[in-house]
């Protein structure tokens, strides 16, 4: 780790040199000033509560490469798999962290779905009111991040619009011969009354350890609504930290889905930062993985003000020699009377190798207000089985479907309906089934 | 309102103006902590090489410790070189009636229920009358002595029967488990020794109202309480009554041993003072307790926390034994400035391993009330099943609930569900009764004793109606 680190701190002084007119920006100071944050605090040990039951150890020691010089092209077909294909949809294509013009699709005309470089040089005005203003500034890696940050998906979305399509973000670490690490960084900003559905993928075609540190701020300006999700299926040698943080104002409506079925290790900080009153933010999660993977997800729901309203769910499938975690905080400060916080995390380990660990947290400072979480570990209903059973449906396929309804809860907010196809598929597959239909 | 400084004042100076300490003088050892200190308590005691070696040995790993600072909790940090390790038992000014108590003492007492004859022995009123606590005490020594039952003071116990304490003692709660129990294994200075033997169970309540170790057990309590193979006990640790004491920090701790088949029943009531209503002074109250279940074994806690400035307090269970049962039942009040910081850990290691956790927090006026809770489920614990409930009362706007449970599960056979809620009191209930002639504050104490049952049927009798009483007067003026 504190080689990763030592690598860091020079490729920090490589990378101011390389950006040598916009060093004395305001915005550089914020990546020197985060990077001295980061230099401070290092990377988080298990001795550090948040990361108790994940250990960064075995991610952090490979020597990956932190700028990849060599670009390199890929074709179509190659990755046409990733991608929405049935429907129409804006695409943004990041390959080894650079931006692809030709596999994306963009627009300027009511809404600016551009990339995060375009940002810094068009709408400096943007950069400065938003970069790293929802990110929260003790999380080591989102640090680094922050530090670092040049190129990811810029996303915004002018009052009163709507972006007809849903947007895809896509970002591909190729092989190099040598183990990577990329950090993409995403801006998402919907103004007031504006709409805008987003999905979020990173993909590895390496042959080699992969690290995305990625992280991604979105705002959500008075009444606006947005819609996030992001499907985590790399590569077995590919691992993932993703930090997150949505700001909401009045009324907006945001859902978050993250649905994580493949990579080595995948780690995800998300943060929702409510700031106005009658806010509406849906969390959900689910989580399917076997292997050696680990799949750690902490999130936070800050209820600043009153009458806001939170419901956080997360499904976990845990098969063979996998690690789950589930860490979810819910603050309710002094004053955000009349919230209405709810959190709900269900797990099933399938083998004695298999392990989670949960912590269900609720922080409340006002006396007016509704919370609940719930916590299950368990196994399926014997008598749902038997009923199968009964029904002539074989032991194998019977728990399968059983899991499969048990994960689908978590697709409840997934509004493109080729998503939930894809998703449904994904589950299934993961899962070893077969379902010739759709619940 | 007494500021800490006066009421510790007040303490320390009634002592020296009635002039108590005339022969106790020479027995006080100056404050501060070394391992002379802790050699003179031992030699004071008159201990066994073994203990000296073994309170010594506490000694060194709590010098590599530091004080913890996860609780959820903030404190200025005691000054652990400016108490005072040993002191010979202090003299109470007895008073000569009731008219010289505090008349407010004598008003909750009174609330609460308490015979005369119990409020003078608690506020230190001579007593004449037939019920002497001390004879009492000796009675039920004298039955208890007829059933091979070992009940006695800790120092008794290290001196009549080191077997024993040997072997059991630092078993459940080791040395070095922590930065107080390291401190507590060092310098404790006296505590009650239970041994139940073979199959009996024991006929009475085991509780603190007929404990033999005079009444100021000292700051540093230890506690052994031992079932052997199919026995059963019930302990009451504690007391309703509110007990004013100057000891600012109370660092105690608690081994259960159950061995196959046994059962225990712990119960606590703590209301120590909580400081004034400004949040100045109160006791510190950072305990460890912990039990152990063999086979079949079955340990169950039940608590009702109301007093102490601040608590850290998590009474657990291993469950080490196949088919063995851990429960923990606990209400946990806090009003004014009080903060606590309480839960159980729940391991379970062996197969078929149960455990039960309902925690009922309440919080009133400026308070801060936390649950901290693990339930761990070893990779060997076939079928082990646990059920949690926190369910949190919030009283008022700047009071705060916590909940922090940590669930780690290796077995795919395991059955865990957790499940918290929070809420205020729903003012249609209390409309309703109002609607009915009964008083807010009345309303507020019946509703509250209502979310609390399931904890207090957990009490022995005559402690759950004392408790019930208690939960209403800790509430008082908290709503307004």
Known sequence: ?439 | MKTEESYLEEVTASEYKYGFYTDIEADKVPPGLNEDVIRLISAKKNEPEWMTEWRLDAYRKFLKMTEPKWPNVSYPEPDLQAISYYSAPKKKKELESLDEVDPELLKTFEKLGISLDEQKRLSGVAMDVVVDSVSVATTFKDKLGELGIIFCSMSDAIQEHPELVKKYLGTVVPKSDNFYAALNSAVFTDGSFCYIPKGVRCPMELSTYFRINEAGTGQFERTLVIADEGSYVSYLEGCTAPTRDENQLHAAVVELVALDDAEIKYSTVQNWYPGNKEGKGGVYNFVTKRGICERNAKISWTQVETGSAVTWKYPSCILKGENSIGEFYSVAVTNNYQQADTGTKMIHLGKNTKSTIISKGICAGKSNGSYRGLVKIGPRAQDARNFSQCDSLLMGSSCGSHTFPYIETQNKSAKVEHEATTSKIGEDQIFYCNQRGIGEEEAIALIVNGYCKDVLNQLPMEFAVEAQKLLAISLEGSVG
């Open chain 1, 1 to 439: 780790m504190e080689a990763l680190k030592d690598k860091l701190e020079s490729s920090f002084l490589v990378f101011e040199n390389e950006i040598n007119g916009a060093a004395d920006s305001p915005m550089h100071a914020r990546r020197r000033e985060a990077f001295q944050r980061f230099i401070k605090m290092g990377f988080p040990t298990k001795r550090h509560e948040e990361w108790k039951y994940t250990n960064l150890k075995p991610i952090l020691k490979h020597d990956y490469r932190v700028f990849v010089n060599d670009e390199q092209t890929v074709d179509f077909s190659a990755i046409k798999r990733y991608f929405l294909n049935d429907v129409d949809t804006y695409k943004l294509v990041f390959i080894d962290g650079y931006y692809s013009s030709w596999l994306s699709e963009t627009t300027h005309s009511d809404f600016d779905i551009c990339t995060f470089s375009n940002m810094l040089t068009k709408y400096k005005d943007v950069g400065e009111k938003y970069f790293n203003k929802a990110l929260p500034e003790d999380e080591a890696l989102a640090s680094v991040n922050t530090a670092f940050a040049k190129e990811g998906a810029f996303i915004r979305v002018k009052r009163g619009k709507t972006v007809d399509k849903p947007v895809e973000v896509i970002f591909i670490t190729t092989d190099h011969g040598v183990e990577t690490m990329t950090q993409p960084r995403n801006l998402v900003v919907v103004e007031e009354n504006a709409e805008v559905t987003i999905l979020e993928r990173h993909q590895s075609l390496s042959s080699q350890e992969v690290l995305t540190n990625t992280a991604t701020e979105i705002f959500a300006l008075k009444d606006s609504r947005v819609n996030y999700y992001k499907i985590q299926n790399d590569a077995p040698n590919a691992s993932l930290i993703d930090s997150t943080s949505v700001r909401q104002y009045s009324k907006s409506n945001v859902t978050l889905g993250t649905y994580s079925f493949g990579g080595k290790f995948t780690r995800n900080n998300l943060n929702f930062f409510l700031e106005g009153e009658h806010t509406e933010s849906h969390l959900d999660g689910i989580t399917v993985i076997d292997g050696k993977q680990t799949v750690d997800h902490h999130t936070l729901v800050d209820h600043k003000v009153p009458n806001c309203y939170s419901d956080e769910m997360y499904k976990g499938i845990y098969d063979e020699n996998s690690h789950g975690v589930f860490n979810g905080k819910v603050m309710v400060h002094p004053h955000a009377q009349k919230t209405n916080a709810f959190q709900q995390n269900n797990n099933i380990l399938l083998t004695d190798k298999s392990s989670i660990d949960t912590k269900p947290q609720l922080e409340i400072y006002a006396d007016d207000v509704q919370c609940s979480h719930g916590c299950t570990i368990g196994q399926l209903d014997e008598d749902a089985l038997f009923y199968l059973k009964t029904r002539g449906i074989p032991e194998k396929e019977a728990k399968a479907l059983l899991l499969y309804a048990f994960a689908n809860d978590g697709l409840r907010n997934v509004k493109i309906p080729v998503l939930r196809k894809k998703l449904n598929r994904l589950i299934a597959k993961k899962l070893n089934v077969n379902l010739d239909f759709e619940l």
